[in-house]
């Protein structure tokens, strides 16, 4: 009875929006922002990553290569670093041109975040649309198509998919 109560409870949690608990991170300039207050009613790719996870490191050039063929995709991609500046170090180490930005473990469970890097797709309405826990690839035409697609309902603007 007890495991059916508990099942059913984290059930009902991984099916609320991801938005409703408006996840938060600071930015590079130390302030706080949010998926509530800076990205209601828009959809958004948020991408939790960490400096000292091997997947993360691998998988970030390729993202961030993404990221600047698809400036019309709202990407938030937040550290787990110990600090900003562990974050802004790494990213200037490797050439990799996002923002730094920073929230903590506290944070990330609001998201059930329980692996790294997680790639979380958020519609315009806050719903979870897709979770991807571990290294995405992000040449993968499935992927790039539910994405785009994504942002195409999400501004009515035409994204021709990837063939």
Request: net charge negative; hydrophobic share 45%; with cysteine.
């Amino acid at each position: 009875m007890l495991r059916t109560i508990l099942g059913l409870g984290i059930t009902l949690m991984l099916a609320m929006p991801a938005q409703a608990v408006d996840f938060k991170w600071m930015n590079a300039e130390g302030e706080i922002q949010g998926l509530e207050t800076d990205y209601k009613n828009q959809a958004v790719v948020v991408h939790v990553w960490a400096s000292w996870c091997p997947p993360c490191v691998a998988e970030m050039p390729e993202m961030a290569a993404w990221m600047l063929k698809h400036p019309e995709v709202k990407v938030v991609a937040v550290s787990l670093d110990s600090s900003l500046e562990d974050a802004q170090n790494f990213l200037n180490r490797e050439h990799i041109a996002i923002p730094a930005r920073l929230t903590d473990q506290r944070e990330a469970a609001k998201l059930w975040i329980r692996g790294l890097p997680t790639t979380i797709l958020l519609n315009a309405k806050g719903e979870r649309v897709d979770t991807h826990i571990g290294m995405q690839d992000w040449s993968d035409k499935a992927w790039n198509n539910e994405v785009l697609a994504l942002f195409q309902s999400n501004e009515n603007t035409s994204h021709p998919s990837i063939d």
